[in-house]
């Protein structure tokens, strides 16, 4: 077997092993799944013209994940269309109690007593439908980290950000998340009026 | 220097909140920042409360976010694998 020959196996059987995730990542971004499945060829397309600047191997899923991302970019740029982003600062306790004071009093009163049949009731089409609103850089940075189990490092190599900032991400998304899972529960009965941080 | 005991003292209720991702998320590296985390948590019922839900929802995320490529895209990511071939 010729060095090309054992690249492109190795190509060949991390596309196959990637698929779902390639897929995944690609419906969170393009929010359609015909786009989706083309945004993917395009990427395994340009993933293998560039395959020799894939330094280290193990590296592939942030590499290929960041491929993906940059087609996507390059797609709505020619569209003229860009996601909504919301730019926020890298996180400190200062910014964290910035964005816990910014939260209803009833929502954190709950969140330091939670019922944890909540999340059994709460359906899975809640949760997606919840992540799909969160701005962009939040959701990605979830999606990448909670469902494609990437390490900080290698979502900020695919987010092409500092891993100060995924984890400043993660806190701000993951907070906005609860919020917003547990405004729609309150809206549908599955959240009691407590007293004295009791359930009636 | 601050003695272990001190360091066990110094985490409040916003420092764990400020921690809470990255330590369910297996990214707290410093053996000390992970003993202060977990002492406040065996010893705070509401961020223990608050942590415990933030597994379960974490567990919810992947279970209900994960996708299946459709056969068609994994038919013509084949067909691009044979044609590099």
New interface residues.
């Given amino acids: 077997m010729t060095k090309r020959d054992e690249i ?1 196996a190795f ?2 059987r991390e ?2 092993d990637n ?2 995730a ?3 990542v690609a ?2 971004l393009t929010r359609s ?1 015909a786009d989706a ?1 083309d945004l ?2 395009e990427a ?2 340009k993933a ?1 013209t560039a395959i020799n600047t894939l330094e280290d191997r193990s590296r592939f899923r942030p590499w290929i994940f960041r491929i993906l991302r940059n087609c996507n970019i390059s797609q709505y740029r020619k569209q003229s269309v860009r996601p909504v982003e919301t730019r926020y600062e890298d ?3 200062e910014e ?2 910035a964005l ?1 004071n910014e939260q209803p009093d009833d929502f954190l009163m709950w ?4 019922e ?1 049949e ?2 059994n009731d ?1 359906l ?2 809640t ?2 439908s919840e ?1 799909e609103r969160l701005p962009e850089e939040f959701r990605m940075t ?2 990448l ?3 494609e189990g990437l ?2 490092d290698e979502a900020a190599e695919v987010l092409d950000i500092p891993r100060g900032t995924v ?1 400043s991400r ?2 701000r998304g ?1 907070t906005l ?2 919020k917003s ?1 547990w405004q729609q529960a309150k809206e549908a009965g599955l959240i009691h009026d407590r007293v004295d941080g009791n359930q009636q | 220097m601050k003695t272990k005991e001190t360091h066990q003292h110094d985490i409040g209720c916003l420092q764990a909140i400020e921690a809470f991702y990255a330590y369910l998320d297996g990214e707290i590296e410093d053996p000390t920042s992970i003993e202060e985390f977990e002492h406040h948590m065996r010893h705070c019922r509401s961020c223990y409360s608050r942590a415990d839900v933030e597994k379960l929802l974490s567990q919810r995320i992947a279970d209900s976010s994960k996708a299946k490529a459709p056969e068609l895209l994994q038919n013509r990511l084949r067909d691009l694998m044979e044609e590099i071939k």
């Fill in positions: 492109r190509f060949s596309i196959e698929m779902d390639l897929y995944g419906l969170r799944g499945e993917v060829a395994v397309i293998w996180g400190d306790d964290l109690a816990l969140w330091a007593n939670p944890r909540f999340f709460v899975g089409e949760i997606l992540i979830i999606i980290i909670n469902v390490t900080y984890r993660m806190k993951r998340l609860q899972l």
